[in-house]
């Protein structure tokens, strides 16, 4: 039931800002921040005294002392800190104090090493943050209902979206993590994947001598803007610049996101508009919808069509959204070579994996800001764009799409997207899991193990292919920026060297401890344990099976398995807030992934009992 103060703001863009929703966020955020915080050693929870069913209560007190946190909780495998949110209380010299994630982080800023300086900005994520869950509170969809698809299958892209924007959380292991800085609430309403609003992209003509465009092979400019934005479009534009007086042959199409043309090129890129340089040729006719990543678009009028990919100056987790124009350059290239790899791998191709390939890519080049900023500043990444294929002809008749984050979503009820999708499934539970399993954790492992290959597998990385509830494949995307060839077990050709990066030896293996285990499988697990769905030494034995079957399938692989030992006693804690603390405006040089990284000891290894 609505109340009255929802009702009263029922016409207001600040509706979602009530007392009630408010406080739920709080409590939610509140709880994420001491399990997160506890998970990464910053906090360290004192045990006051152990309770049953694994359950103890533990209390944190602020930096100064005059504040305490008393919460009860288990403590799971991979020390996942799973909090009873309605036992959470804070206490200071007046009594109760209310639940305020504000407050928190303000209260601990000494103990998390957040400094003066950055503190407000840390805030202010925090705050988005909070006001993202008040709105997304007021979402229509519960898990049942996502689960069993919005449409009831007749309309596959539909469901597929409809699983995209309604998504309740952001990364699961960052604390801001819908920080989103830069935004306006007019621009939320209009821009957020889970205000679920189409969008019209923004087009402009981009000067040849300032832009490159690359594209896959066999695939030219031409042919990829007709495809794209239709005969009629491209003839509308062409005759818009020939109005000017220019020539068309001299420019490049490029889409840009309507917040960047507006807030951004329109002032920084000034000179270049005035020069036509850059010359403004209004929306396109396809209406798009934003995706849980902000900055990438799917086409909702035409599906099958191209996802677009956009810069977006916006600040969000760590990182200002912005692609650089040198480093796309080499994008088509890349995703080309991996469609190759992955198309001539036997255990790849028997696993399903599947990738959907980005298959175009324009940068635009400031003269000004290069020569004035340094190698990765954002003002170098304010206008690119690539273009991404469509997962939807990877379907068969019967199949669904749902990103892979679907399976941590749970709903305002407490009810979860992956033990709905196994009630659908008809399956065991430890069943549907080696599903999940063997599309999904042995693909990754064997391009590890093979090649030395990782991805950047979480949730929003990655789409699954469902049969009735049932994972059957797993869609890699967001090749270019993200995957790295860590070893000497590939010859990499030309610009395909840039995913050519020096990893230590032992920290290899973190691409599935850090990256599979601690940021996805630990939250998977805590859920089906708190759901009662199964119990953790199932999950993980599950885990440990698939292993060993895929293990036994490629005994040439054995060195790579002493080499990179999954079923080793511990491993590195390797922590992401740990780097948004540190930095939250520039987290980590992509370009040297391991040499930022933030450590705080080894945690346990779930898989050591199964060796």
């Known amino acids: 039931m609505t109340s009255t103060a929802e009702a009263a703001t029922a016409q207001s863009p600040v509706a979602h800002l009530t007392p009630e929703r408010w406080a739920v966020a709080n409590r939610h955020l509140v709880r994420k921040a001491l399990a997160e915080f506890s998970h990464e050693r910053i906090l360290v929870p004192e045990l006051i005294r152990e309770e049953a069913d694994g359950i103890g209560l533990y209390k944190v007190v602020s930096d100064d002392g005059s504040v305490e946190y008393r919460f009860r909780a288990r403590v799971l495998e991979l020390e996942h800190w799973s909090v009873l949110p309605d036992s959470i209380g804070r206490h200071g010299d007046g009594g109760k104090l209310p639940l305020d994630a504000l407050d928190f982080i303000a209260e601990f800023h000494q103990t998390l090493g957040i400094g003066m300086d950055m503190l407000p900005v840390y805030l202010e994520e925090i705050s988005s943050t909070l006001a993202g869950h008040a709105y997304k509170q007021g979402k229509p969809f519960g898990s049942v209902e996502l689960a069993a698809g919005v449409t009831g299958g007749s309309d596959v892209a539909a469901d597929f979206q409809a699983i995209e924007h309604s998504m309740a959380e952001g990364h699961p292991c960052f604390v801001a993590n819908n920080g989103r800085l830069g935004f306006g609430i007019e621009d939320y309403h209009a821009f957020a994947p889970e205000a679920g609003a189409t969008v019209q992209l923004q087009w402009i003509a981009v000067h040849r001598s300032k832009a490159v465009f690359t594209s896959s092979a066999g695939l030219d400019y031409k042919a990829h803007f007709e495809a794209e934005l239709g005969p009629a479009t491209v003839a509308w534009f062409n005759a818009g610049l020939s109005a000017s007086g220019l020539d068309p042959e001299d420019y490049f199409f490029m889409p840009v996101h309507p917040w960047q043309w507006d807030n951004k090129l329109t002032v920084t890129f000034a000179a270049e508009i005035a020069q036509q340089h850059i010359v403004h040729l209004g ?11 902000i900055r990438t678009f799917f086409n909702a009028t035409s599906p099958g069509k191209a996802y677009v990919k956009t810069a977006m100056s916006v600040l969000n987790m760590g990182f200002m959204r912005g692609l650089s124009p040198q480093y796309i350059k080499a994008t088509p290239a890349i995703n080309d070579w991996l469609q190759e790899l992955i198309t001539k791998d036997q255990e790849l191709q028997d696993r399903g994996l ?18 004035a900023s340094a190698k990765d500043s954002p003002y170098r990444k304010m206008l690119s764009a690539l273009w991404r294929e469509s997962p939807l002809p990877l379907l068969k008749d019967g199949q669904q799409l749902a990103t892979m984050a679907s399976l941590l979503h749970v709903d305002a009820s407490g009810a979860s997207m992956v033990s709905s999708l196994i009630a659908r499934s008809g399956l065991e539970p430890t069943q549907w899991l080696r599903r999940y399993f063997d ?51 590939l010859e990499l050709p030309g610009e395909v060297s840039r995913i050519k990066a020096e990893i230590p030896a032992e920290q290899m293996v973190l691409a599935i401890f850090t990256d599979v285990f601690d940021c996805i499988f630990r939250f998977l697990s805590a859920i089906l344990v708190e759901d009662g769905t199964m119990r953790e030494d199932e999950f993980w034995g599950t885990a440990a099976l698939v292993l060993r079957e895929y293990q036994a399938r490629h005994p040439e692989l054995a060195d790579q398995f002493d080499r990179h030992d999954l079923f080793a006693p511990d491993f590195e804690l390797s922590c992401l807030n740990r780097l948004q603390l540190r930095n939250n405006q520039h987290m980590l040089d992509i370009s040297d992934p391991s040499g930022g990284l933030q450590m705080a000891g080894r945690l346990a290894n779930p898989l050591a009992k199964f060796a």
């Open 283 to 293: 929306h396109g006719e396809d209406s798009y919808q934003a995706q849980q990543s």
């Open 354 to 371: 599947a990738m959907i390939k980005e298959s175009a890519a324009i940068g635009y080049r400031n003269d000004y800001f290069e020569a």
């Open 439 to 489: 599309a999904y954790l042995v693909p990754l492992v064997h391009c590890l193990y093979n090649y030395e290959l990782a991805f950047m597998p979480h949730g929003e990385n990655v789409i699954l292919i469902l049969e009735d509830g049932v994972p059957v494949r797993a869609i890699m995307k967001d090749i270019a920026e993200e995957i790295v060839v860590m070893g000497d077990r």
